[in-house]
């Protein structure tokens, strides 16, 4: 059974940086591809940015290019996002997710295990 636990998260305000943090507990973290994905309030849950198992790929949703950063460190058996430059639009529960594949992909649907979430609440 893959476990995942998310930290990190927290109230900041507008322009702010967190890092959130997800441990995986798996002895074979590195062939998983991991995911971060947020979902507000009232809204659907969206893709925020993921990792392939080797590190080498990392594509981002539009909205948060340039700001957000996804790595990972397979030897802790943890996924990274660093946020800078939050935005009040930013509030969300993010939640890291893994997949046994080598392949990257957006979709929440593609992913077989996912975290608790972790608040981010970003103050204007």
């Known amino acids: 059974q893959v476990q995942l636990v998310e930290s990190g998260g927290g109230l900041v305000q507008a322009g702010g940086s967190l890092r959130l943090s997800c441990a995986v507990s798996?002895?074979?973290?590195?062939?998983?591809?991991m995911g971060w994905f947020r979902q507000a309030a009232g809204k659907e849950r969206e893709f925020v940015a993921a990792?392939?198992?080797?590190?080498?790929?990392?594509p981002y949703a539009d909205s948060v290019k340039g700001r957000f950063t996804i790595s990972r460190d397979n030897a802790k058996n943890t996924v990274y996002l660093q946020m800078n430059s939050l935005k009040p639009e930013d509030t969300a529960v993010y939640s890291c997710?893994?997949?046994?594949?080598?392949?990257?992909?957006?979709?929440?649907?593609?992913?077989?295990?996912w975290g608790q979430g972790t608040q981010v609440t970003v103050s204007s």
């Open positions: 798996t002895r074979t973290f590195s062939s998983y591809t």
């Open positions: 990792i392939h198992s080797s590190g080498t790929s990392t």
């Open positions: 997710a893994a997949r046994l594949s080598a392949a990257i992909s957006s979709r929440a649907a593609g992913y077989a295990y």
